[in-house]
């Protein structure tokens, strides 16, 4: 039988994994009024695994199998703070890899449920310890992968497989969903993959765009991109999720960062907020983070910016934290 035109092109996904990436750009507008500027969110929420962190998890477990670093029937091992975790276990179970993820006693238990649908097996490590602990998320990654047989340890922090998923994708959507118009683009840091891929793919296209990092109060970043010291006296607990860090990611590219801006906990929290009753976008704690982050630009803004603000994930991931109202009092954000 021959098909007319529009049904011969496949509009079909053999897996989940092709559903990832693709993602819509969406105008903000109530929240962004007394901005000058366009302002638009990459909702990375709308990826299948409802993060951006599908991009780097496919990314990772692609290369490890075609460098024949992962062979069949063998086991992924990754530290994560969740969505990492989520997406790597989507895409175990759909390719037959059994999934240990460690994570910290941080993570909501909304993502922790996630995790254990997917069939993931979960350590849940101390959040307060030093990376170089044995009792820390990355050691007993490490321990775990040396002691079981033909498992790969993806280190998300220090696979530049993580960059290369953003460089290869998220940028050059960007870029085409803007038509090229962009001139500021704000993502919230943990990794770097995000910030960096991206804004490294941008900048290849146009020097001049702004490449502008979102980091928590009780994060390295900032300072080291600001005097290249690594100081010990930034690090403290902070409620943010899987936004700045206590460590240098390899991901992180600070040649490329114009600057960073620190947001506070209980701000980014009523931003997120704010986004779901404002704009009906639902994204998580780090998208209020990077929202706040864009109205703090206002003074340098102009009428003929585009900025692009990426939401990392989708809001239902936080419904036992920032959108409960009894989590927000017992932090004493109300
Ligand atoms: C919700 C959320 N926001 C922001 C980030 C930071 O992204 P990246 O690790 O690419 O820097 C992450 C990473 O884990 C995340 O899960």
């Known amino acids: 039988m021959t098909l007319p035109n529009t049904l011969a092109v496949k ?11 693709n993602t819509p750009l969406i105008k903000l507008n109530r929240i962004v009024a007394d901005l000058p ?92 310890v030093k990376p170089e602990d044995p009792k820390s998320y990355y050691s007993v990654a490490k321990t775990l992968h040396e002691e079981i047989d033909n498992s790969i340890y993806l280190n998300q922090y220090y696979n530049l497989d993580n960059t290369e998923a953003h460089y290869t994708g998220t940028g050059p959507e960007i870029w085409r969903q803007t038509q090229g118009t962009i001139t500021h683009y704000v993502a919230a840091c943990g990794t770097g993959g995000t910030l960096c891929g991206t804004g490294k793919y941008l900048i290849e296209q146009n020097p001049s765009v702004k490449i502008i990092g979102i980091d928590a109060y009780g994060s390295v970043l900032q300072k080291y991109h600001e005097t290249g010291k690594f100081d010990q006296n930034e690090i ?69 910016n585009v900025v692009v603000v990426l939401f990392s994930d989708h809001g239902s991931k936080y419904f036992g934290k920032v959108f409960d109202d009894e989590w927000m009092q017992e932090q004493g954000f109300m």
Do not use: Q
């Open 236 to 304: 403290y607990p902070y409620k943010l999720e899987a936004v700045g860090k206590n460590i240098i990611p390899d991901n992180v590219d600070f040649d490329i960062i114009d600057r960073f801006i620190k947001i506070e906990d209980k701000i980014a929290a009523h931003r997120a907020r704010e986004l779901a009753k404002a704009e009906g976008i639902l994204v998580g704690y780090s998208a209020g983070a990077a929202i706040e982050g864009v109205l703090r630009l206002k003074e340098e803004l102009t009428e003929d």
């Open 37 to 128: 500027c366009t302002v638009y969110a990459k909702l990375e929420s709308l990826n299948p695994g409802l993060s951006a962190k599908d991009r780097i998890a496919l990314s990772m477990i692609t290369k490890a199998e075609e460098e024949g670093r992962l062979l069949p029937g063998g086991t992924v091992i990754e530290s994560t703070s969740g969505n990492t975790g989520f997406s790597v276990a989507m895409i175990c179970a759909v390719k037959g890899y059994s999934c240990i993820l460690c994570t910290t006693a941080k993570i909501s238990n909304e993502k922790l449920t996630a995790l254990k649908a997917l069939g993931a097996i979960v350590k849940v490590c101390p959040t307060n």
């Open 11 to 21: 509009s079909w996904c053999d897996d989940v994994t092709e559903a990832i990436g």
